[in-house]
């Protein structure tokens, strides 16, 4: 499974975009980008995931670039509720294992 | 749907004894579940891969024989900590794949347990 790479931390004021990049250079042809949030004491919720290019939810965007050497996950207009860890996974998406790094975590403030 | 639950969300033991910890499935047949460990402001730590009916698959440094895992079913998997020690006090979580579909794990609320 590919190693990501995440900054620590971040913070943010209650309104403006927020934006994490992923390093993971070995990704390999198969393999996919998940993320997932976590709030403290609660379990992983996942968030989105991508391949290539852009993809969009209702929650955020993730950007890959055409290496897919790295990844961008977008949070548009972040709430005070947004304040949690996110984590950035790499693996084929129809393997399970899950390899959960460092994380980065996320501070909102008012 | 894709509802995980866990019980109990906290449990307080004596150093020695055993505690279970239940995750079940609510609205889907999970062909998979996954046990996590995660110790304060660190990431999870995968445990313990297991199949409904078949034996658990353990992580490297993971002993199978104090943390023993039943997924006696298609919506329950159960992680028991025998002999707890303090150092076992972590917060613990599971999650599951839905049948069908392998691309997404939905994670239990956690179980946090605190041995003394």
């Known amino acids: 499974l590919a190693k990501t790479t995440q900054p620590i931390s971040m913070d943010s004021y209650e309104g403006q975009e927020v934006n994490i990049t992923c390093s993971h250079n070995?990704?390999?042809?198969?393999?996919?980008i998940t993320w997932y949030q976590q709030f403290p004491s609660q379990g992983p919720r996942f968030i989105i995931q991508?391949?290539?290019t852009k993809v969009t939810n209702e929650v955020a965007s993730l950007f890959i670039p055409a290496d897919r050497k790295s990844s961008t996950l977008s949070l548009p207009r972040v709430s005070l509720s947004d304040t949690a860890v996110y984590y950035c996974?790499?693996?084929?998406?129809?393997?399970?294992?899950?390899?959960f790094g460092g994380g980065t975590r996320v501070l909102v403030k008012p | 749907g894709a509802v995980v639950s866990q019980h109990p969300s906290w449990v307080i033991c004596k150093s020695g004894t055993s505690v279970k910890i239940e995750c079940r499935s609510l609205?889907?047949?999970?062909?998979?579940m996954f046990w996590y460990r995660q110790f304060p402001k660190q990431s999870l730590m995968l445990m313990a891969t297991?199949?409904?009916?078949?034996?658990?698959?353990?992580e490297q440094g993971v002993e199978k024989d104090k943390f023993l895992i039943n997924h006696a079913s298609l919506t329950l998997s159960t992680l028991t900590v025998t002999s707890a020690h303090p150092e076992d006090s972590s917060f613990y979580i599971c999650?599951?794949?839905?049948?069908?579909?392998?691309?997404?794990?939905?994670f239990g609320p956690g179980t946090r347990l605190t041995v003394t």
């Open positions: 999650s599951a794949t839905r049948a069908g579909e392998s691309y997404e794990q939905y």
């Open positions: 070995n990704i390999a042809t198969n393999d996919y």
């Open positions: 991508g391949y290539k």
């Open positions: 996974l790499v693996g084929p998406a129809a393997g399970n294992k899950l390899t």
């Open positions: 609205d889907f047949q999970a062909t998979t």
């Open positions: 297991s199949n409904e009916g078949s034996k658990a698959t353990y």
